[in-house]
């Protein structure tokens, strides 16, 4: 593409690299054949075509905010996700993989939010009508007030906007959304781009509340990328196990609220349905008298949240033992089996290893160093971690146990659901004193801790 100011430049579609040459991998961020033709900004745009300044900063003590309208749900999980409620005038990113409930998710989310008063615009670009209607027969939607259109023109999108001025709008998806300003291709990263920027600036002037729908690659960025988060102001993941009903909803970025957060909903044929007492669902097929499993409460957001960590060690015929894992971080589970061998005298070298995250969670936390460690530790020596007792820990390269953020929090979930002791690092729990209903276990090392639980 030839641009005002004559030069042809391409770009790279996942990372924004710009190179002057067509090149089959990007020098940046190392992707295949993600270049293509761009355009670069013109020669200086004259004195009268600016627009108009601004008016003069402002001291900020003394600038008024106006109070921030925010409308909940009443879908407690989706609501969490977002820091509470609904900012108007927002602007949402909804990613996952397709199929996953993305659609049905903002469908019954708008239905909800629009209840009998307000007005919501559920904008597709990918199913029919009649294709909507099916699925919201089925979803069991009530909301007079929400309204259906297929369209995928962002000009007449506006055009419908002036016309009915809703509350909140989502379209489905944002690939498919395209401006007859610009040639490039629906979903091609300048049409994203600058339909995002420009759904962005209608949301702060009308006062619109956006969802947009993205699609996500198989690496797990939103196609059309990291623009797009730079853009908006939450973003929303919705993922889960396809083999699982999960579906979880997880906060990445929130300028209304805290990010980690997590909703955690079921895939049911009606829809999504909430999850209020996740801890007791992730607990609800655990097996307790075999070694290798323990609970961990895992902190995701404001929420505490038990799951169960699993390991299974067993003797290898392959020369290169193979090292499993899901739900967790392979290179702490690495680290975790380092520090085993070296400072506990577990000898792992020809076993295979695997752990698992029951229910097709996911978690990052440092908090579940000890229990995966214990887990481990468990399958190796055959003895059974007991099962009433709760386990949480950072674990460093010295095996030292170390403290972790809010454990009342963990403890309180934990107490909730029926156990009875949990195993923490010494210094915290000597910070915690007594915790009425659970015996705490303080240990400074992992091999006191293998020791108290494992014998
Ligand atoms: P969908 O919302 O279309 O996913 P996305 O928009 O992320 O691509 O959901 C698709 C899947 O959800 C589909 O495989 C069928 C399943 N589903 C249910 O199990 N129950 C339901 O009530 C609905 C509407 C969908
Ligand atoms: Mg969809």
New binding site residues.
């Given amino acids: 593409m030839v641009t005002r100011s004559g030069k042809t430049v391409f770009m790279c579609e996942s990372c924004g690299h710009q190179s002057p040459k067509w090149l089959g991998r990007c020098p940046q961020c190392g992707a295949w054949n993600s270049l293509a033709e761009s355009m670069t900004p013109s020669a200086p745009v004259p004195e009268g075509q600016l627009p108009p300044r601004r008016g003069a900063p402002q001291s900020l003590l003394h600038l008024k905010a106006p109070p921030e309208v925010r409308i909940a749900s009443g879908m407690e999980e989706f609501d969490r996700a977002l820091g509470g409620s609904v900012v108007q005038g927002s602007v949402v990113l909804v990613g996952?993989?397709?199929?996953?409930?993305?659609?049905?998710?903002i469908l019954q989310a708008l239905d909800r939010l629009c209840g009998e008063t307000r007005r919501g615009l559920y904008i597709s670009g990918e199913e029919s009508e009649a294709q909507i209607k099916l699925?919201a027969d089925?979803?069991g939607l009530t909301s007079p007030g929400l309204l259906i259109a297929c369209e995928t023109c962002l000009e007449n999108i506006f055009k419908i906007l002036e016309e009915l001025k809703p509350q909140f709008m989502a379209l489905?998806s944002i690939q498919t959304i395209y401006t007859a300003t610009l040639p490039a291709a629906p979903g091609s990263l300048p049409q994203v781009r600058e339909t995002a920027f420009r759904l962005v600036q209608q949301a702060k002037l009308t006062g619109v509340a956006t969802f947009l729908?993205g699609h996500v690659t198989k690496e797990g960025a939103i196609a059309g990328p990291m623009v797009l988060e730079h853009l908006v102001d939450t973003v929303l993941y919705?993922e889960g196990d396809r083999s699982h009903a999960f579906r979880l909803l997880r906060t990445v970025k929130n300028r209304f609220g805290p990010t980690q957060e997590l909703g955690v909903f079921e895939?049911?044929?009606?829809?999504l349905l909430e999850v209020s007492n996740p801890s007791a669902l992730f607990l609800a097929e655990r097996s307790l008298e075999v070694p290798g499993t323990v609970v961990v409460p895992s902190l995701e957001g404001s929420r505490p949240i038990l799951v169960e960590v699993q390991a299974l060690v067993s003797p290898t015929s392959l020369a290169l033992p193979r090292r499993q894992t899901m739900g967790v971080d392979p290179g702490r589970v690495s680290l975790l089996v380092a520090v085993l061998e070296k400072r506990v005298g577990l000898g792992f070298s020809g076993q295979d290893l695997f752990v698992n995250v029951a229910g097709g969670v996911r978690l990052t936390e440092p908090a579940l160093d000890l229990g995966v460690a214990l887990a481990l530790a468990s399958s190796y020596l055959e003895r059974q971690v007991p099962p009433d007792t709760l386990i949480f820990g950072e674990v460093g390269l010295t095996g030292e146990v170390r403290a972790v953020s809010q454990p009342e929090a963990r403890l309180k979930e934990g107490r909730k659901l029926g156990f009875h002791r949990a195993l923490l690092a010494k210094r915290q729990q000597e910070r915690l004193g007594e915790f009425p209903g659970l015996e705490l276990l303080g240990v400074d090392t992992l091999a006191q801790a293998i020791k108290k639980v494992l014998g």
Wanted: neutral net charge.
């Fill in positions: 996952g993989d397709p199929g996953i409930g993305k659609s049905t998710l699925r089925r979803l489905d729908i919705l895939m049911s044929d009606t829809g």
